[in-house]
């Protein structure tokens, strides 16, 4: 918060700007979004007035404009009372915030305390009841089920060609028959990370592997970081969360095996988030006929980063 003091019919000594500079500092405890504060010491020249020391203070914030003026025969205890009248405005600005948030997020689910989806009718009424959910019909759906519907892995599809962009298939987990995958602790560490700072680890991934904006060289997108943060964001807690398991320990091998569509599969060299070895360059092995393109230097992005090389790629492809 910009502090700016100045003086009416008085002269502001430094020691009496330190002594207002220090006690103004308690309204940093209520108020993080203050951007200035005006704080003007005046000297009334009516002889009639006792109370003649003035101190008058506006604080911005990027919520309301908070004003207090006291005055005393005292210009430090002018200071003292102004201070405490602006404490109490700013803890009721603070207290009328948290009830707006509160509001907004009047039920919060965490990772530990979020309901997984039931599939016993009684307990599907109960929680309709608790939190007045209309009546619904509760699916468990695995990514498998989500490739089958999609390519019509049994029947029914109207799909005529298939694209995997950077994608995880078969398996990224190294287990004791994919001994190219990534040990089960990277996947704890991101899970570790999401845990502590949710925020911070969708903005650590954007800024860093997955774009590839960690090697040398990199340009740099503020924007594309943003936005990626900005989905992460919006996805829920615990989906994002279970997501890690999800893309990490699906065995997707089976369904490659029955892919029937000219299928064309992109992935970049330099993906440091799935890493080329342990998905495109088995993919293309179990899916029959497939064609392999790959993008030497390019990360995991490379569909944002290198959009005018892939979009041309991709549009060849579906012409032919």
Not at 128 to 137: C, V
Not at 178 to 202: C, E, S, T, Y
């Amino acid at each position: 918060m910009r502090l700016q003091v100045k003086g009416k019919n008085m002269e502001v000594s430094e020691s009496l700007y330190r002594y207002a500079e220090e006690k103004l500092e308690k309204l940093d405890r209520h108020l993080d979004d203050a951007t200035r504060l005006e704080l003007e010491l005046a000297v009334e020249k009516n002889p009639s007035i006792s109370a003649s020391q003035v101190a008058e203070a506006t604080v911005w914030t990027k919520g309301p404009i908070l004003r207090a003026r006291e005055s005393s025969d005292d210009m430090k205890a002018s200071i003292d009372l102004l201070v405490e009248k602006l404490e109490r405005q700013a803890k009721r600005y603070r207290e009328k915030r948290h009830r707006k948030q509160l509001a907004r997020h009047a039920h919060p689910v965490g990772i530990e305390d979020a309901r997984p989806v039931v599939a016993d009718e009684a307990e599907l009424d109960a929680f309709r009841r608790e939190y007045a959910i209309p009546p619904f019909k509760a699916l468990t759906i695995s990514p498998r089920q989500i490739v089958k519907a999609v390519i019509g892995l049994d029947g029914g599809s109207t799909s005529s060609k298939a694209v995997l962009l950077d994608a995880v298939p078969p398996l990224m987990l190294k287990t004791a028959a994919n001994p190219g995958g990534l040990p089960i602790d990277v996947f704890d560490g991101f899970r570790a990370a999401h845990r502590a700072d949710r925020p911070q680890f969708w903005l650590d991934v954007a800024s860093g592997p997955f774009y590839g904006f960690n090697r040398p060289g990199a340009k740099v997108s503020e924007g594309l970081i943003r936005n990626w943060w900005r989905q992460g964001m919006m996805s829920g807690v615990k989906a994002s969360y279970d997501c890690i398991k999800a893309f990490s320990e699906t065995d997707f091998t089976e369904d490659l095996q029955k892919f029937d569509l000219p299928t064309l599969i992109i992935h970049g060299d330099d993906d440091q988030v799935v890493p080329i070895g342990a998905s495109a360059l088995i993919s293309c092995k179990l899916v029959k006929g497939a064609r392999l393109k790959i993008y030497p230097g390019l990360s995991h992005g490379l569909f944002a980063t290198h959009h005018d090389m892939v979009n041309p790629d991709l549009l060849a492809f579906f012409k032919e």
